[in-house]
């Protein structure tokens, strides 16, 4: 009988896990050869997993043997006592074999009684190959099966991986490919905030399993945050994987699944986590985009020119605060952590950035407490960006934007921290801002007003600086008054306007 080779150097070994589908076994290599490939004993053959097909007329092979093999024999030079078969199918179990296959022929017309006695008292898997079937032919039988399966693994994964493409593509990232991926893998899967918070799981009973991940988050973040990790919980395999996007890790996919996991599996997963991470990427995009246009509309807000801020947050993304908002100023920290905190929907501040963060809050309804809102920022931003010193003020109406946020930046730096500014409006303030509004209209009225109160109530310098006659300035800060039923010469109301103006740009 004519083999292959002759003691080549055996296909690594498996460890003794139950086989992949479309492992190649000795039941399915005896089932697809048939009379080729016979059991003697036991009949069937078992489901063992056969990790490759091996030739040898030694008496010990063992040298050349990784375990899980099918071992062929014509019995030629082997010691056929019952001592010497004993002795031989002990080496072979020993050595993990998976079956022994005798070829019939040359030296043997029947598999020899000492042998087979040996092997059934060892429980070692015997089987026939009948002249004149070559070994050749088990052997192309095993390599086809194999690779039939890996031809298989592969349609599998290509299906899997457009399925994850799909997935992502919809509108129910990341549930959907969660869902996709658990079901592939047979296990679970979810997607975990840098601080191991769970923000979806597949399916819903996977939140416990998850949760259980914050210490292997940490070590990850010790040994460098690029890292993945992969370990046994329990009875299950769980792989670890950062997303990353633009160098930074902005989350966590975590998979697990009873036994371990195959590299085929394997390719999926990180097909999973390239997808979620181009998914985060589109989404920071997005963020980016509206952050801009809330940016825009604090910015026109603060500006005074509330009905262009209103219409572009109808056309570019943002929404419109409110007719009420605090305003906070964020100093020092994580820029990018606090602009996030307080850009999210919970919160829903509009960001500007500069040389201290500010941004808008819309105020909360009015059965909350007064502090409520601003208790809320505090903790998010806190939470954040633990070493920033922000400053809250009370809900202001927009026309107070400007000037409230003069006032924050007024504030001296404090240390790290939420520090709530109280309204701290100052006497007149309430009518210097409806001064303000009132004479917007009346530029001849309000340029008597601005030169009045710039050279503190003195007549004659005033109207030189307007190259009027001082009665005429008189006149016309006369109207004023009448119009404002205020006395300009109240030094509160005074100053309170002289800066509502200049708040304004109008002075």
Not at 55 to 61: A, H, I, K
Not at 229 to 257: I, K, N
């Amino acid at each position: 009988m004519s083999g292959d080779a002759a003691d080549p150097a055996p296909s690594p070994a498996l460890p003794p896990t139950s086989a992949p589908a479309g492992t190649p076994t000795l039941r399915s290599l005896s089932s697809e050869l048939g009379s080729r490939l016979t059991p003697l004993h036991p009949s069937p053959p078992p489901a063992e997993p056969v990790t490759a097909v091996h030739v040898s007329e030694l008496e010990d092979p063992t040298t050349f043997l990784g375990g899980g093999e099918l071992l062929l024999t014509t019995g030629l030079a082997l010691d056929l006592s019952p001592e010497g078969s004993r002795a031989y199918v002990q080496r072979l179990v020993d050595a993990g074999v998976a079956g022994l296959g005798v070829g019939l022929g040359p030296a043997h017309r029947a598999v020899p009684p000492t042998l087979a006695a040996a092997c059934e008292a060892g429980g070692l898997p015997l089987l026939v190959v009948p002249a004149p079937t070559p070994f050749l032919e088990v052997s192309r039988a095993y390599w086809g099966a194999l690779a039939r399966r890996t031809e298989r693994s592969l349609t599998d994964s290509v299906a899997v991986q457009r399925s994850l493409v799909d997935a992502v593509l919809s509108d129910e990232v990341p549930e959907r490919l969660l869902q996709r991926l658990a079901r592939h893998l047979e296990g679970w899967a979810a997607v975990l905030s840098t601080e191991a918070r769970v923000e979806a799981a597949a399916p819903a009973s996977a939140m416990d399993s998850a949760e259980l991940l914050e210490k292997e988050i940490q070590r990850l973040e010790v040994v460098g945050s690029l890292s993945a990790a992969s370990f046994a919980a329990g009875e299950e395999t769980v792989v670890l994987h950062p997303l990353v996007v633009r160098g930074r890790v902005t989350g966590y996919l975590a998979a697990g699944t009873t036994g371990r996991l195959s590299p085929a599996h394997r390719r999926v997963v990180l097909t999973a986590v390239a997808l979620l991470s181009l998914a985060r990427a589109r989404e920071l995009e997005r963020l980016a985009a509206a952050e801009v246009a809330g940016r825009d509309v604090a910015v026109l807000v603060d500006l005074g020119h509330r009905e262009a801020a209103r219409a572009l947050a109808g056309a570019g993304g943002a929404h419109w605060p409110g007719e009420r908002v605090h305003v906070v100023l964020v100093r020092g920290g994580d820029v990018d952590a606090v602009a996030r905190a307080l850009g999210d929907p919970a919160i829903g501040g509009l960001v500007v950035r500069g040389p201290a963060l500010w941004a808008l809050v819309p105020a909360g309804p009015g059965s909350e407490p007064a502090s409520a809102v601003p208790a809320r920022v505090s903790a998010r931003v806190a939470a954040a960006s633990p070493e920033s010193a922000l400053v809250v003020s009370s809900a202001v109406e927009l026309e107070r934007v400007a000037r409230t946020r003069t006032a924050l930046e007024a504030e001296p730096p404090g240390a790290p921290g939420a520090h709530h500014l109280p309204d701290r409006e100052a006497p007149g303030q309430a009518l210097a801002a409806s001064a303000v509004e009132a004479l917007r209209d009346r530029p001849e009225l309000l340029e008597s007003v601005v030169a009045y109160l710039r050279h503190r109530g003195h007549w004659e310098p005033a109207a030189r600086s307007l190259g009027w006659h001082r009665n005429t300035l008189r006149h016309r800060v006369g109207r004023a008054c009448d119009l404002l039923d205020a006395d300009l010469d109240d030094p509160d109301l005074a100053a309170a306007l002289w800066l509502a103006l200049r708040a304004d740009g109008l002075a």
